[in-house]
């Protein structure tokens, strides 16, 4: 019996996230995510008790795996070639998750657009669970490069520069996804020089600094 239930509010998550990835929070309702899972409201009331809550345990769901691989690159650097690599694996895996084609990438990508414009109470936990986690990771990979003299307010600006050029792509729908990739450019090409510009933007000023790690 609990196999089947907690078989039951997997079923309700994985529709809820496609059909709040979809439409948004508001334009969403319950009983199209319960006709998704097949399922009926009071299976989804019984495992979260209300829209809201069910919104939020998604963000739960799709943000908790997804920040490790960040929160661990900062560990791994010890000199100069291992601060260009981190550095290069955080935008890459940053701009895998901005324009990830299928979930649940897609969904995280679509999500965040939506809190970003249209915020809901789901807002805390998105900033949470995945912008302050990914903010501290890569604000202690710029930090390792930062002159001496460098400031609070300088480490700040340089890590939310950094970040924005990887968000942007997080507004995918037409027609902004053909201003932001365009047509016909091979995704691995694409990735892979859109990773080295803004890598190069980052190491052109600043260089790896023992004392800062």
Known sequence: M?????????????A????FAKGGYRA??????CEKAGTNVAA???????????????????????KKPFLSIPDEIHNEASWRDGLTRWVELALRISTGET?????????????????????????KKLFDPFKRSIERI??????????????HLATISLMAQCMVYHHREPPWDAVL?????????????????????????????????
């Open 142 to 155: 710029i930090h390792m490069g930062m002159p001496e003299n460098s400031t609070a307010l300088d480490l």
């Open 2 to 14: 609990a196999v089947a239930s907690d078989q039951t509010r997997e079923r309700i998550l994985r």
């Open 28 to 33: 969403t309702g319950i009983r199209a995510i």
């Open 181 to 213: 990739i365009p047509p016909g450019v091979d995704r691995a090409t694409w990735l892979a020089r859109t990773t080295e510009f803004i890598i190069e933007g980052i190491t052109s000023r600043f260089a790896f600094r023992t004392n800062n790690v």
């Open 103 to 127: 979930p649940p990438e897609l969904w995280i990508s679509q999500l965040t657009a939506y809190e970003r414009i249209h915020p809901t109470a789901a807002l805390p936990i998105l900033r």
């Open 44 to 66: 989804v009331n019984y495992h979260f008790h209300s829209k809201e809550n069910l919104y939020i345990e998604v963000f739960h769901s799709l943000f908790d795996g997804f």
């Open 16 to 19: 809820a996230a496609e059909l």
